[in-house]
């Protein structure tokens, strides 16, 4: 009976293997979308150094056309994990296509970036465990909020 349990998890195993090894012949698209820097939230609002330094270790993965794509992402089903994360991070909010959204839009992302800092769900947990640069201190966060909240009002402010 033991060696019967024993033959069947061998082979459970052996297809489990066969399995991730034939997921890896499909590799996920790493192409970044050509982008007008004309568009960019930090070209537009000439964004600091020091901030814009902040927001591209904390944000610019996956919420811009500027995704880098680590070594991790060439083995699957870890790629799909991660380019999902991209492109949903990219619905919500896409720094690099800023310029493109209407007035409204842009004063509402820029709310809900620094609510999303400020409750300490952005950036994702899943991302800082691996990404220790996008780990924001207070004084970062503090300082994205303050500088977020301030592009709201000068959105706000031109279309009152």
Known sequence: ???????????????????L???????????????DINQDFL??????TEIAST???ACYDCHSNQSAYPWYTNIQPVGWFVKNHIEDGKKHLNFSEFGTYTAKKQAH?????????????????SY???HK????????????I???????????NRVQ
């Open 1 to 19: 009976m033991k060696l019967i349990k024993v033959k069947i998890m061998k082979k459970i195993l052996i297809a489990l293997l066969v399995v």
């Open 21 to 35: 090894v034939v997921l890896q012949f499909f590799q996920i698209d790493k192409t970044n979308p050509e982008t």
């Open 43 to 48: 070209t537009i609002h000439e964004t600091p």
């Open 55 to 57: 927001m591209k270790a």
């Open 109 to 125: 992302k820029l709310e809900e970036c620094g609510e999303m800092i400020e409750k300490g769900e952005m950036p994702l947990s």
């Open 128 to 130: 800082t465990i691996i």
């Open 133 to 144: 640069e996008a780990v924001l201190t207070e004084a970062q966060q503090t300082e994205l």
């Open 146 to 156: 303050t500088y977020f909240k301030e592009i709201e009002n000068k959105i706000n």
